[in-house]
Each structure stands twice: as C-alpha cells, then as structure tokens.
C-alpha cells in the first residue's frame, strides 16, 4: 500500500508552514533556549515529528516509524563512526604524548592564536572536508584547537563557522555530482556556477572567523595574513570549479592557502601577538581554556613521530574517498537492505517532482567504505606506530566509545528526526514556503538550501531534497535553473553551522559535552547573517550582474 505526500494538508500553507516546523522549533528551542540535554532535545524532536507526520499529515504510523529508524541506521553509519574513530585516534595521541608535541610544532610556525585558527580551522578543516566531509573536519580541527588550549566555545563554534566555504566541494564533489546526478542539471555548469558564487565566500569567511574570535581590531592587526589565506584559497576553488570539476576543489584549494599561508609568515608576523584562547567578549567556557604556555623546541624525529598519526589519517581519508576505492571495497560487502513497509512506497509529489515517484528506503551496511573505517584503520596504524600494544588499542577504543556515548544517541536521535521529516514531507512544507516568494525567489530559494542542511545535516542530502524544485521553480519564474540549483548548494554551506549533528560533533570532540544549546546560540546570528549574504549575492547575479551566469570554459 503506498502512501503519497501532501505538502498542505490543512488546506493554509501558513498553517501547514506552521505544523511542519514545530519539531524544528521544539528540538532547537530545548537545546537553544532551555538548557535540556542534547539527546534529550532530540528525543523531543522526533517524537513531535512523529505526531506531526501521524496526525497532521496523515502518514501512516508504522511507515514514520520505519523513516525514523532508517534514519537511526544513518547516524551509526556513517555520521556516528567518524566521529567515533576520530576521537579515537585522538585519545591514543594524547595518552603517549605526541599531541602535545603536535601543539608545540604548530605553535612554532606562529604562537599567534588568530594565525593557528586560519591554518588549523579554515585550510586544515577545507583539506579534510574535500576528502572526507560528513562531520570529518570539525571533529578533527575542534580537537587540535581544543589541544592548543582554545576555549571550548571558541574551538568549537569557530570550527564550524571555519567549515562552511569548502562544504559545496566536499567529499570529493559529492553534493554537486549528486545534485547533477539526481536532477538532471549539466555537472559542469552548476559546478561553474558554485564556483561562481562561493569564492567570494571564501575570502569573506577567514575575515570573519578572526572578527568572530579576536574583534574587528584584532582582524585589521592581521589582515595581510587573512588576505593571503582567503585569496589563495578562493582562487584555485574558482578556477578548479570552472576548467577541471568538482572531485578536487577543496583538496587542491586547501592545499595551495596552507603552504601560502607558511610560505607568507617566514616574511611576515603580526606585531602583536594574541595569545588569549577565548573568545573576546563573553565566553562562557573562558575558564576551561588552558593558557598559553612555554613553546618547547623538539628534535627532528619527535616532530615526525607526533605528526605521522595524522599524515596516515590524510593519507587514509583521501584514499577512503576515491570512488574507485570506494567501488572496490563496496564490491567487498556493501549488503543493502530495503526498508520492508516504506522501501518505495512513499510518494513524492508536484511541484518537488514532475509526476507522483516512489522515494527509495534503502540501508547500505557499506562498513568497509565508509570513511569512519579509513579513520580507525588509520587510528589503530598510527597506534601501533606509537608503540602501543594490541590490548591497549582496544582498551582505548571501548574507553573512548563510553566517552562519547551519549554524543553517538544524540546524532541517533537527530538523524532519526531528519529522515522523518524527509519521508512525511514536513521538510518540503517548509521549502514550498520559501518558494512561493515571486520576484524575491533567488533570495529565499538560496535560504531554502540553508534551511535544507540545518534540517539534513548534509548539503548532499539538501541538494537531493530541493534540487528538483529549485530548477521548476527557476525555470517558472523565468530564472536560470543552474543559478538555483548552484544556489541551493551554496546556500546550504551557511546551514553547515547549526545543524544539530555538527554541533554534537564539535561539542564531542572538544569534551564539552552538555553545552550543544551554548555553541548553538554562539553560531546561530553567524550562520544566518552569511546564508543572508549569499542569498543577496544571488539575488545580484539574477537581476543585475547576468554575465556571471554565464558558462566561461
């Protein structure tokens, strides 16, 4: 028996707006404005969403029930194994020492907090988001920063903010090819135009990662450095994106503004140096950073020692995410299991499709491929390396799988949430009403692709979700359906910030557990303010700058 999906099931699309957000606002609102438990708040979330999809949207009870434990499955694996195994490979550093060692190299390049937020958060975190993405970056960049002696808050929120340019190219292009794949657009086209839209994004956004932690005075005593970060950054991701493709935009990117950046501070150092680890202003967690310390000079062969654990995860995660290697471990053991009762018996419906197509439910055990695997591979590797023995690489493993517990239900519980509200059409409720907009559209549609990812948790999964009605919608109003589609992928990067997972990620790998609501207020107006900007410059190439939509190959 199948079941088809109605977008207005009140007959007001005010009012059904207003039914389809409410486990949004009841998840968001627990974490965001009353302090509960991040599990806890999940919990509520989803069970909102269930008496919304039962009740208000007439889904039948067993099919909500199986939605949201596909979506379970999904916060396992992949999402809850990455940050598994990097916190891991983590806990195995810091036990023998080396992390520290880690600490004082990088201290050495530049004792400069707001320097080591632009190496570590924004060109370190964009290398591991082209490889890896799916939480990767900001589990690895929030535990290095936290290991510098950042604050909490600070390590992680501005982890998050960092991780937002390279997001449209990360996994090596998955959201674009996924976008192209699923909804017919040309891959070069919308690849070019993302590439288009997001370098500008990218120079903006390692200006307003050190205005967000040091002030504005702090960021002009350091603007050269910025510069050089953002501009090495954005122009390789323009030029990649438009002449060769998506596969390599942020790795090639990340690559060329981290040896520039080294490269600029042999000539150049600010003439103040920062110090503080904490936020300027308020900074609820200021008491937990650790202060600077003393910059110890190690030989040569601790350097290589303490940095050879997370040479072999790079190494390992951009394997893992080669679609070949992929293939071939796929080919291995992937078993897929169809989700008996809901496996193409849901019913997308006009305007999201042409015609009433069964939405597939699907649950790929691909444990060998996915990049969680690679991560503890490259964890139990660089373990053995550092000399440990086989017992006490499993005794750190359950160790750090009771640390991180509670973290692990939470993206459980919020993943659960996210595919619900995807099966019941809530989310696309939503998204209409973003559509119905008239002439404003390439505004709203861009924040559409935001409100896509902070429900999702993945600009893949967002670009999946709207890509279909964003061409319809464009090619409507007169509009270029690339523009919108890149639009919604660029947009989305901005919703990277708040969605739910990534701050569980940030406030796990950082240890600071129970503090999801604070990093989510801290990222909230940041994540907001630059989905706004976005969609303002889209809004410009619609109506007043036509020649950036054109093709440049």
């Not at 999946?464 to 919604?488: D, H, I, P």
């Not at 503090?515 to 107006?525: A, K, N």
Request: proline content about 6%; charged content about 10%.
């Amino acid at each position: 028996m199948t079941w088809q999906q109605t977008y207005d099931p009140m007959g007001s699309m005010v009012l059904s707006t207003c039914l389809a957000a409410i486990p949004v606002v009841v998840m968001l609102g627990a974490l965001g404005l009353f302090h509960i438990k991040a599990h806890i708040a999940a919990g509520m979330g989803l069970a909102a969403a269930l008496l919304v999809a039962i009740f208000a949207y007439g889904m039948p009870a067993d099919m909500a029930g199986r939605a949201a434990v596909l979506g379970a499955f999904t916060g396992l694996l992949p999402i809850g194994w990455i940050v598994l195994n990097i916190i891991f490979l983590h806990q195995l550093t810091e036990q023998n020492g080396s992390f520290r060692v880690l600490q004082d190299s990088l201290s050495g390049i530049t004792e400069d907090r707001r320097i080591q937020l632009l190496l570590i958060a924004f060109c370190f975190g964009a290398f591991f988001e082209g490889a890896a993405g799916f939480g990767t970056p900001v589990a690895v960049t929030a535990a290095i920063l936290i290991g510098l002696g950042f604050s909490p808050l600070a390590a992680s929120g501005l982890s998050l903010i960092a991780n937002t340019a390279p997001v449209a190219f990360g996994a090596l292009g998955t959201p674009v090819i996924m976008l192209a794949k699923v909804h017919g657009y040309d891959l070069m086209e919308v690849t070019g135009m993302i590439g288009r839209q997001l370098p500008l994004f990218s120079l903006m956004v390692p200006f307003w990662v050190v205005w967000a932690f040091a002030g504005r005075k702090g960021m002009l005593e350091i603007w050269p450095a910025i510069l050089v970060t953002g501009l090495s950054f954005a122009i390789p991701q323009y030029l990649v994106s438009n002449f060769m493709g998506p596969e390599l935009v942020d790795i090639i990117a990340a690559i060329v503004s981290m040896a520039c950046l080294v490269g600029f501070l042999r000539v150049w150092q600010p003439k103040k140096v920062w110090t503080s680890p904490s936020l300027r202003g308020h900074d609820p967690s200021a008491a937990e950073a650790k202060p600077p310390q003393p910059v110890t000079r190690h030989s040569t062969q601790a350097l290589v020692a303490a940095w050879t654990p997370w040479v072999i995860l790079s190494v390992f995660v951009f394997i893992w995410g080669l679609p070949p290697v992929k293939a071939w471990l796929n080919g291995l053991f992937a078993p897929a299991f169809p989700m008996d009762g809901l496996h193409n018996l849901v019913l997308k419906s006009p305007p999201v499709v042409t015609k009433p197509t069964p939405e597939g439910a699907v649950y790929v055990l691909n444990l060998l491929s996915a990049t969680g695997s690679g991560i503890l591979l490259a964890a139990v590797i660089s373990g053995l390396v550092m000399k440990y023995n086989p017992v006490a690489i499993v005794r750190t493993f359950f160790k750090t799988l009771w640390l991180v517990r509670y973290s692990l239900l939470t993206i459980v519980l919020m993943l659960a949430l996210g595919t619900l509200t995807r099966f019941s059409g809530t989310d696309t409720t939503l998204g209409l009403a973003f559509a119905n907009t008239g002439v404003l559209y390439p505004f709203f549609g861009t924040l559409m692709g935001w409100l896509g990812v902070a429900l999702t948790g993945s600009d893949t999964a967002s670009n999946v979700l709207f890509g279909g009605m964003q061409k319809v919608a464009a090619e409507q109003l007169g509009l270029s359906g690339n523009l919108m589609g890149a639009a919604n992928s660029a947009g989305g990067v901005m919703g990277k910030m708040i969605d739910a997972q990534s701050i569980v990620v940030a406030s796990t790998a950082t240890r600071w557990f129970d503090h999801e609501g604070d990093i989510l207020r801290y990222v909230f107006f940041h994540s907001i303010a630059l989905a706004c900007l976005v969609g303002l410059y889209v809004t410009m190439q619609a109506y007043v700058w036509p020649f950036t939509l054109m093709v440049v190959r």
